[in-house]
Nanobody, 122 residues
Framework: QVQLVESGGGLVQAGDSLRLSCAAS????????MGWFRQPPEKEREFVAA????????YYGDSVKGRFTISRDNAKNTVYLQMNSLKPEDTAIYYC???????????????WGQGTQVTVSS
């Protein structure tokens, strides 16, 4: 069993930056692929970013490439999502997830956090 707890969400203005954190416990965090997804209001959950166990390879959804950066600190069992140049369309609930493989569909991850709200005003 893996427990994931997101934090760092909030209300910001367009152009601002925000860093989300996801603290993991329960299993061997350092071997897991970690991902971030988001669900805008009245829309489906979408892939944001993923990072493999050693942090060497990262993957991003097209809408966030060049603005968001995923990273991890295995010593702290934490994965981060640095979000820069935020736009109103980035408004969503952000979820972190863990699983054995890099996937872009949320149902292919095994464990999920409860989510953290990010709201970007124009």
């Amino acid at each position: 069993q893996v427990q994931l707890v997101e934090s760092g969400g909030g209300l910001v203005q367009a152009g601002d930056s925000l860093r989300l954190s996801c603290a993991a416990s329960g299993r061997t965090f350092s071997t897991e692929v970690m991902g971030w997804f988001r669900q805008p209001p009245e829309k489906e959950r979408e892939f944001v970013a993923a990072i493999i166990w050693n942090g060497v390879n990262t993957y991003y959804g097209d809408s966030v490439k060049g603005r968001f950066t995923i990273s991890r600190d295995n010593a702290k069992n934490t994965v981060y999502l640095q979000m820069n140049s935020l736009k109103p369309e980035d408004t969503a609930i952000y979820y972190c997830a863990s699983g054995p493989y890099v996937r872009t569909m949320f149902h292919e991850y095994n464990y999920w956090g409860q989510g953290t709200q990010v709201t970007v005003s124009s």
